[in-house]
């Protein structure tokens, strides 16, 4: 509010009054004043210059905003002029004593001063002094939103100024009429106050007020949206600062001006205003004015689309509010950059952004924008199909606002969040998530009264109970749920709605009557149900002019199941000329495959034909494989009633390898019973399943959606005309045989294990058991043999199944060439990780039946050959010199195994994950004895989830979809001692059964060979019921296999002429996603204090590029990384990746399939960063940065399995490296580095992160 402190003045101290005081606080006091001898006369001219002096200091203090400090200056010269009995001094000096209470939000006590002021003035006849008094008062009442009064006492303040002709009095009261106008958003009150100002101002000739003034009724002008008067008198100002040479206004009103021109879509003029403006505050160094106005050219540039010069501004204002550290304009420089990335769906980008943003509001307490941060991120991750942490951010924001008593829209939340659970994979558990979020969105909106938002929960309940994938399928919940919001659409009027309510409705009894078609009941009364109501849904369409692709091909496929084809084809052509009208694809390849199946079913076999090529080739183009396979097995049928055969195979197969190449669930669609007669109908003999089993067979294929042809198999119908030659005896149709395996699975769920080996070996082709022929349906196939098998007890049967799986499924395996150049090397790396990792259910199922067989020796040897096969064959290239792929090592077996044992003189403790909640151990001492345990969680608890809930329960962070290796703050919290509950139930199920197997000697090394989840666990921090850990008692490692052991041995025994160490940290970090990483300042601090005892110089910053890290490891020996380590799959076959300087040459990201490509001869590589130690587990092991450094050359690798604080890293590091120059044994001096930091940093979150891979 202007005029409030200086701008009231330094005014006149009046002539003494009556001697009446007025102390602070309201309390009045009567003194007399004596009349004054000489000597005491010149004594009180003293005082009073002391009082004015301190008058006006307190004045000046306001003025600075040094409100606390002003009061006890006003508060001694008020006692100065109480003891001369000063009235004008002390009406003053309380009146300013009003204006800093009023500063400190102080109000009752600003308004007691005020009015004590005003009395004084009334008592002394002060007219000026009651003027000032009243405006006092009125800037109160405004402050205290009390409009009414404020402008009433400000009439009367200003009806005197005007009365003793005082026309700046006038002009200052007429500034507060003003902004109580302004507060209320009056803007044409305001304009009228401002024009009578001007007038004051002009006749005063005071020309920066009058250039003030005509800026304010321009931005009156802007808020009313005239922005042609709002550009007039801003120029009229404009005019006026440069006739003063007002720089700083003069940038202030072409930024105002750029502001109008922009909202009258006159950019040119808008960017030039703007631009003109920085330059004048580059000129005059206002780094807080140059940041706003780099905003207001980024939000130029970004509402033009120029993201390039939008992303540029916004960047130079954020670095600028960085260093003035101002937080609120970094939190919204950070939210317009999320809205560059997110208007170029760079959706990573916005993310990354947007929760920058979101930190710093949440670090200052802004509840309110972080709450609408938290709305935007759950958007962002829809939009980046990233539903999980859509739901988290959406959760996170429905907590917040649950807090605000004024919610409103919780109902909406509620329905997105089921939105999304029913936009992931289909799954029971997705399913029923879905639907208590829209049970709860339904409650709140009928307890609102929301009849709007009720529909919308009823009808997307009845959408998660139509959908059979899900796991929730029901159609009378789904026609319940669907009925009850048809009605509601109907009373709220929403035809829209309605047609798409019925729509859904008609989709159900179609797919009934399909259902009941497929088990040889009457599908009419299903179809004149689901006609009736896509009949309805299409009348209001159309009425609507929306007419459906869908709704016209679902009636023709209703017509179609009831043999009504000429209605069919006519709904089915309407849909296709719709779907090809409005360009949705998806509709008018299933339209197109539909018509086919109508015209095949009239006879127009060659008008069926062309329409289902091009359903294929719409199918194509839209890469959709689930949809491309129905429109194939449309084709082959057509093929068949063709009688071309040859053709007819050719395609039904190209359709099996498609639906196993892209994962599609493979379902017979209607492939003809004539295709089985030849010969292979009678071999297999179906008519044996005719009888009493018959109706039990019809449900079960029911359930899994198979063809009505593979029925037909069942009944007098399978007597289609045999066809000579139509098969080869040694090629068995792809199709058939995928459809005799789901017969198979159907008996084995309900427990009928003869008739599914009966089916699984019909299934079986007879070249796959003599070893001739086989493919991945063959090696599935043989798989469920050997598992029923054992079910049965046919024990000698399932070993030999599962063995013949095994075999096929290792030559398939490596079969695989690696080729030639590095992309082609990678790929085969990951597709034979791939085949390995379908095996392992072969290997499991091998060793429960070798160990109900009580044969633990032969387990331990399938055990060993489940893992890392891969990666053995990696390292057997390197350490003997030979191409990939060749020569490859077989598996060791118990005596090989013992032998590594006792060479390392170390124990070997080998897990196996046997089932989800079946754990098998084995250990081998150096001696040579071999010990089996085998353990079960407890109360059916998953493994996985039990180490899981064990790093959650230790504080351990989890990912992010760019995960950040290690976002160290500035200023770091220790870690609170978490409970130890998940870790001491490892340590039960992973140490105790086999304490007595392990040595008493702590020195000794103890070498853990996990699997899957297993890895993730740190064995260092496993507490025993005493709480004693086991770091505590044992010298450790782990390794991906035994006979990794073998070639890491070889690699570390390579001759070494390196001697050399190379320290990176804290390098200039790399853009990803459209920002800047973080700076590690403990990064770099870690990497100073290593580089100290080796007596070198690290690394750092600009210096850590990634040609100078291979270049120095060329001589190095040691390699020490302590950056940010990403952990997205910035390689599809590898992920993982380091952040190193960026360079002319590259973006400074070294990634794991570049660190595989290398050979190096290094004894130790050091990750010092975030998760280094994860990646995406597989049977191969863990498939990351550390694998990667291991097949480049690399003996042993120290990795994080957590994000560790930089204060415990720095002390566990130095003090590994210091140990490490006495003690060469790199698990020993590991050891040794934890228990010391474990002295000062007890929590295991910040000692017990690192573990050593490889070699000691």
């Known amino acids: 509010m202007k005029g409030q402190w200086s701008a009231l003045g330094l005014l006149g101290l009046g002539t003494l009054g009556l001697a009446f005081g007025f102390l602070v606080g309201g309390q009045g006091a009567i003194a007399q004043v004596p009349t004054n001898p000489p000597l005491l006369a010149q004594a009180s001219n003293d005082r009073k210059g002391e009082a004015d002096r301190l008058y006006k200091l307190g004045v000046q203090q306001a003025d600075r905003q040094e409100s606390a400090v002003a009061l006890v200056s006003l508060q001694q010269a008020l006692q100065l002029y109480q003891g001369l009995g000063d009235r004008n001094g002390q009406m003053d000096t309380i009146r300013y004593l009003g204006w800093a209470q009023h500063q400190l939000k102080n109000y009752p006590q600003a308004m007691e001063q005020f009015q004590a002021s005003l009395a004084i003035a009334r008592e002394i006849n002060s007219r000026s002094g009651e003027a000032k008094g009243l405006n006092g008062v009125g800037s109160v009442h405004e402050y205290l939103k009390e409009t009414d009064k404020a402008l009433a006492n400000y009439e009367q303040a200003r009806s005197i100024a005007i009365a003793i002709k005082d026309m700046k009095l006038e002009s200052l009261i007429l500034e507060n009429v003003i902004t109580t106008y302004r507060s209320a958003g009056n803007w044409q009150k305001e304009i009228e106050v401002l024009n009578r100002n001007l007038a004051i101002y002009r006749e005063l000739k005071q020309r920066n007020d009058e250039a003030s003034n005509l800026s304010s009724i321009g931005i009156a002008h802007f808020q009313l949206k005239d922005y042609q008067q709002s550009i007039a008198f801003h120029q009229q100002s404009l005019a006026i600062y440069t ?425 017979n669609y209607g492939f003809n019973a004539s295709m089985v007669k030849i010969e292979k109908a009678k071999k297999f003999n179906f008519l044996t399943y005719r009888d009493e089993k018959e109706k039990k067979l019809r449900q079960q294929l029911s359930r899994h959606n198979l063809s009505t042809s593979l029925l037909d198999l069942l009944g007098p119908k399978a007597t289609a005309p045999e066809q000579p030659g139509f098969f080869a005896p040694a090629t068995m149709n792809a199709n058939i045989r995928e459809s005799l395996t789901l017969l198979g699975d159907a008996y084995a769920e309900v427990k009928q294990y003869p008739q599914a080996i009966e089916f699984y070996k019909s299934a079986l082709d007879e070249e796959v058991e003599s070893g001739d022929s086989f493919g991945m349906i063959d090696i599935d196939l043989l798989t469920k043999l050997g598992k029923i098998l054992q079910r049965v007890d046919r024990m000698k049967e399932s070993e030999f199944y599962l063995r013949l799986a095994l075999k096929h499924g290792e030559e398939f395996r490596t079969g695989i060439g690696y080729g030639k150049d590095s992309e082609k090397k990678q790929g085969a790396d990951a597709n034979r990780i791939f085949l390995a990792d379908r095996k392992i259910r072969n290997f499991k199922q091998l060793q429960q039946l070798l160990i109900r067989l009580n044969r633990s020796d032969e387990a331990l040897e399938t055990a060993e050959e489940a893992r890392a096969r891969t990666f053995v064959e990696l390292l057997a290239s390197r350490t003997r010199g030979l191409p990939l792929g060749d020569k490859l090592p077989t598996s060791p077996n118990v005596d090989a195994m013992r032998q590594v044992a006792k060479q390392r003189n170390a124990t070997l403790v080998q897990y196996s994950i046997a089932a989800d909640n079946l754990l098998y151990i084995w250990v081998i001492k150096p001696t040579g004895e071999i010990s089996f345990r085998s353990t079960i969680t407890p109360d059916s608890t998953l493994l996985s989830q039990l180490v899981t809930d064990s790093r959650t329960e230790m504080g351990v962070r989890g990912r992010a979809s760019i995960k950040i290796a290690s976002t160290k703050p500035d200023v770091e919290e220790p870690n609170p001692a978490p409970t130890q509950e998940n870790l001491k139930t490892l340590h039960r199920l992973l140490i105790e059964p086999i304490a007595q197997d392990l040595p008493s000697d702590p020195n000794q090394q103890v070498i853990f060979l996990p699997q899957d989840e297993l890895f993730l666990v740190p064995f260092a921090a496993l507490p025993d019921q005493q709480g004693r850990y086991l770091i505590e008692r044992h010298t450790m490692s782990i390794a991906p296999s035994i006979q990794t052991l073998e070639f890491t041995q070889a690699l570390a025994q390579r001759p070494k002429t390196q001697k050399g160490v190379v320290i990176v940290g804290d390098p200039k970090m790399p853009i990803v996603g459209g920002l800047p990483l973080q700076q590690l300042k403990g990064a770099r601090e870690e990497a100073t204090n290593i580089a100290q005892l080796f007596q070198i110089q690290p690394l750092l910053g600009e210096q850590a590029t990634k040609a100078q890290v291979l270049e120095k490891m060329k001589t190095a020996k040691i390699l020490h990384l302590a950056t940010h380590g990403l952990l997205d799959n910035v390689r599809d076959d590898m992920p993982g990746s380091i952040a190193l300087a960026p360079s002319g040459q590259d973006s400074g990201l070294w990634t794991s399939g570049e660190i595989f490509d290398l050979k190096l001869n290094l004894d130790l590589v050091v990750l010092s960063a975030c998760d280094t130690g994860r990646g995406k587990i597989t049977g191969d092991g863990v498939v990351g940065l550390a694998r990667s450094f291991f097949a480049a050359g690399s003996s042993s690798v120290l990795v994080s399995l957590w994000a560790v604080n930089d204060g415990s890293t720095n002390a566990l590091m130095s003090e590994f490296y210091r140990q490490l120059q006495t003690e060469p044994n790199k698990s020993k001096a590991l050891r040794q580095a934890m228990l010391k930091t474990k002295q000062r940093h007890p929590n295991p979150i910040d000692w017990a992160a690192f573990t050593l891979i490889g070699e000691n």
């Open 243 to 667: 006739e003063l040479n007002n720089q700083s206004s003069i940038a202030s009103t072409l930024r105002n001006i750029g502001l109008a021109y922009d909202l009258q879509k006159d950019y040119s003029k808008a960017i030039a205003s703007f631009e003109q403006s920085l330059t004048i505050y580059r000129e005059l160094k206002n780094e807080r004015q140059i940041a706003r106005g780099l905003i207001d050219i980024g939000l130029f540039h970004k509402a033009q689309k120029n993201y390039i010069q939008a992303n540029k501004s916004f960047l130079e204002s954020l670095e600028i509010y960085t260093k003035l550290n101002d937080r609120p304009n970094m939190a919204q420089n950070w939210r317009n950059l999320g809205w560059i990335y997110e208007d170029q769906q760079d959706w990573a980008g916005a993310i990354q952004a947007v929760q920058k943003s979101l930190a710093l509001r949440q670090e200052l307490k802004d509840s309110e924008t972080a709450t609408s941060l938290l709305l935007s991120l759950g958007l962002l991750f829809y939009k980046h199909n990233n539903y999980p942490q859509a739901i988290s951010y959406y959760e996170q924001y429905l907590t917040a606002m649950r807090q605000r008593p004024s919610f409103k829209g919780e109902e909406l939340v509620l329905k997105i969040i089921g939105d999304l659970y029913r936009s992931q994979p289909a799954s029971k558990e997705n399913s029923e998530k879905a639907i208590k979020y829209y049970d709860e969105s339904l409650k709140i909106a009928q307890k609102n009264q929301n009849e709007l938002e009720a529909n919308h929960a009823l009808h997307s309940m009845g959408i998660v109970y139509q959908n059979y994938d899900g796991g929730l399928y029901s159609f009378k919940k789904a026609t319940e749920y669907l009925e009850q919001s048809l009605d509601g659409w109907r009373k709220l009027k929403d035809n829209s709605m309605e047609a798409d309510t019925l729509y859904l409705l008609g989709n159900l009894y179609v797919g009934n009557a399909a259902g009941a078609s497929a088990v040889g009941n009457d599908s009419k009364t299903w179809c004149d149900q689901g006609i009736a109501y896509l009949e309805k849904s299409i009348g209001l369409l159309q009425s609507l002019k929306k007419p459906s692709a869908g709704a016209s091909n679902s009636l023709g496929r209703c017509y179609q199941e009831t043999k009504q084809y000429q209605k069919a084809i006519k709904n089915q052509e309407q849909g296709l000329i719709l779907a090809q009208k409005s360009q949705n694809r998806l509709q008018e390849g299933l339209g197109l495959v539909d018509l086919a199946r109508s015209y095949r079913l009239t006879g127009n076999l060659s008008k069926a034909e062309q329409l289902a090529q091009q359903g294929v080739n719409v199918f194509r183009e839209l890469k959709n494989h689930q949809w491309e396979v129905y429109a194939l097995d449309e084709i082959t049928s057509i093929y068949v009633a063709l009688g071309k055969a040859d053709k007819a195979i050719e395609t039904q197969n190209r359709r099996i390898a498609i639906a196993y190449t892209h994962n599609v669930r493979l379902v």
